[in-house]
């Protein structure tokens, strides 16, 4: 297919995308939309995370921590500094926080930043351990930071957190930072650059024998999907309107990796569907915790159920369709182009 | 204090590990534009030179120098960016990365644009990384696998995978070409295209080209210069038919292999 | 601080270390066998101590009637996690295994939530272990020397598996080589059960205790002690039962001591092990007595 072609075509598909959004604002319930939120939140993180773990073969288990680093910041920056002499009842905000104020776009910006700050820090040590060691070392780098946020009451209001948070994350900013996020991700998993992440991943050792120096993209990939789990962080926070360090406990990085998983390891568009169906199968799960008076009767909700289905099918998707949704192959319009000519030819 | 003609040396390469001394003083100088060899049994070291070579290894003694300035020390990638290419014994292709994908990563070492210019799409990364996709070919075009180009590397036949290694080597634009065992696993009629595969590109590459094999054949013809290992040692250096009839080589190594090449 | 006070806190120390010690066992046995971090482990633990309290609440069987049972019923239930979960991943990519170690870890952590509620409950204690023995000013209680003696037991029993068995022949030549141990007609997958089993009966021993000591259960209780557990394997060099002693042991003191001394880092309690961790990663990889395994080029 011709270059511009497909320019062509992704802007009509971020234009459907806008009639879309647009009519979903007028005609879906709050609940919906809210749905559809966190579709974009998901999708953004998922494929962070597969950037990282899918192309680069870095596995991470530390994503809490930097959506962590990413909502904090962000709250604290939206937060009026009105808001935050109410909010911080343990001890007063230090002068920085209780002072610093942004608009939506920049805190956002900034919560990701410091992310990704984290992420080059926190990379430039760990990114020397190989598989399961990294992955346990970023863990605990998640465990850190949450064991820092209870105990910072100044900067981070301790174990109560933050509340009110202003619901700045409407659709058109969830859904702009996620077609952000796909456009970085893609062109640089396009070029070059993409190539060698790959490379990285199949084979270190070829990798470095062709000149790749592969700690620095390592550090580089770990940085940039940092700083995208950041911005997905931010915007939870404002999505939520409530953050605590509780909220970043490993669960939160597992269900990342649960989407990255199912999606398929090394494919955008994999990402970008498991997004949408673990979300949406996420929020329907809800009804199993949920009472339900089925005819007069009450059928009391069964917590813990939802994650139950939850694990159970992330453990059959490891055990008998390991590359998920996609492998590592990807939807292009190429590829559906010579679908419809297929079917349109016979 | 190089020499003119040299291109890469080496001087007392010795490798440990722990208590097993895996090279014991390895010194080499490679002809520039020469094909040479390096025999000898199995677990001689000849692998373990090309490690420490190519800046996997440590040397635990000894240096490298690539036209009289020394590289030993330094990591593998940087040891590449100076000139030395490599294959591996066992290949080793970027599996899931199509054919013309592997060869892409062999050039990005001399690519100029980097990831921050791919995501603001400026036009200089476009036409360079046309201008790398069309040189890639040129090279998958010297091996014979342009046809192959849209396929996953893994997919490949045994020797098409070989020369698709050669062609990533190839993309990192060497001067020194480390070749281990290019003919393992090949029958006589490929191993004679190998030969000639090999002289082409030393002609059309500008190379100088160090080779392991085990293939006696390939290895007398092709070399102009043979350094036997034997338990880490050098037993002998020089040219093929010196070579042949060193008593020592055949006591060590030809002997019952090669008695009636 | 006084000498007693030093000493209580060495005995507490020593009541944790030996409790880390216990989990980090099987950690470091599974991960020597098959280099994979069992995540599920911790959940183990967690279910040995909840057997217990079922056990004595429900069918009101006697305390040590109860905690047999539920050593042998978590040891069933480790072998089972490997022979679903595990063993069909065996040749696959390790991260693969890790996974699904992960998933069963959440598994069984929210069908304990499902079954028992996520409200904590109290312990059973049975009341011998709970009359303070008072020798001059130290206040000991019996607790604190059951654990140590117990586990110590436990331990001893361990090393005569691993090294006075056929069974133990065949865990540490698994952990050489996996593939040679197949070829010389070594059972590998009983054998590699049996290591779970044996993993999963000390973490319930663990975890049962832990409740005596910290007599409060809940279905994420398991999380961090389990944490903390590997870390002490990680430590100690994993794939080394001894290390994972030693390292155990360490933790405990470390723990306790840091936050006797130093008050104000009690918060930070939780985050010390992991600091250990990565500096532990990052600066002796293999442990205190791990052996070293390079990359082959």
Known sequence: MHRSTAIS?????VAALGLFLWWAEGALDG???????????????????????????????????????????????????????MLFILGEALPLVQEAHAPFLVAVAAGGLAAALAGLLVGLPLLKLGDDYLGIATLGFAEIVRVIANNIPRVTNGALGFKGIPDYANLWWNYGWCVFTLFVVVRLLSSNTGNVFKAIRDDEIAAKAMGVNVFRHKLLSFTIGS??????????????TTIDPKMFLFTLTFNVLMIVVTGGLGSIT???LAGVGITVLLEWLRFVENPVSLGGFELPGIPGMRMVIFSLALICIILFRREGLMGMREITWSGLGGLFARKGGR | MTRDGIILEARGLTMRFGGLTAVKEFSAAFPRGSICGLIGPNGAGKTTCFNMITGFYRPTEGQVFLNGGPISGRPPYEVCRAGVARTFQNIRLFGNETVLQNVLIGGHLRQKTGWLAAVLCLP???REERAMRERAMELLDAVGLAHLAGEQASALPYGAQRRLEIARALATRPSFLLLDEPAAGMNPQETQELMQFIRNIREGFGLTVLLIEHDMKLV???CEQ???????????????AAIQSDPRVIEAYLGEECADA | MNSAMFIQHLLNSLTLGSLYALIAIGYTMVYGILRLINFAHSEIFMLGAYFVFWGVTLFSLPWPLAMLLSVVFTAGLGILVDRVAYRPLRDAPRISALISAIGVSFFLQNVAIVFFQAIPRAVYRPAWLENPIILGEVRLLPLTLFVPALSLLLMLGLVYVVYRTKTGLGMRAISKDIETSYLMGVPVNRIIAITFGIGSALAAASGIMWALRYPQLQPIMGGIPGFKAFIAAVFGGIGSIQGAVIGGLVLGFIEIMTVAFFPDLAGYRDAFAFILLIAILLYKPTGLLGARQEDKV
């Open chain 1, 270 to 272: 994999g990402s970008v």
């Open chain 2, 226 to 240: 043979i350094w036997v290992l034997d338990y880490g040692e050098t037993i002998a250096q020089g040219e093929p």
């Open chain 2, 124 to 126: 200089a990364h476009f």
């Open chain 1, 31 to 85: 609940y919906k939309i809210q749905i559809l939120n966190l579709i974009a939140v998901n999708i953004i993180l998922a494929l962070s995370l597969n950037l990282i773990y899918g192309f680069t073969g870095l596995f991470s288990l530390g994503h809490a921590g930097f959506m962590a680093i990413g909502a904090y910041v962000c709250s604290i920056l939206i937060l009026s500094p009105a808001q935050k002499e």
């Open chain 1, 227 to 240: 700083f995208f789990a950041g911005v997905g962080g931010a915007l939870l926070a404002s999505l939520l």
């Open chain 2, 220 to 222: 007398m013809n092709i």
């Open chain 1, 9 to 13: 075509l992704n802007v009509l598909a």
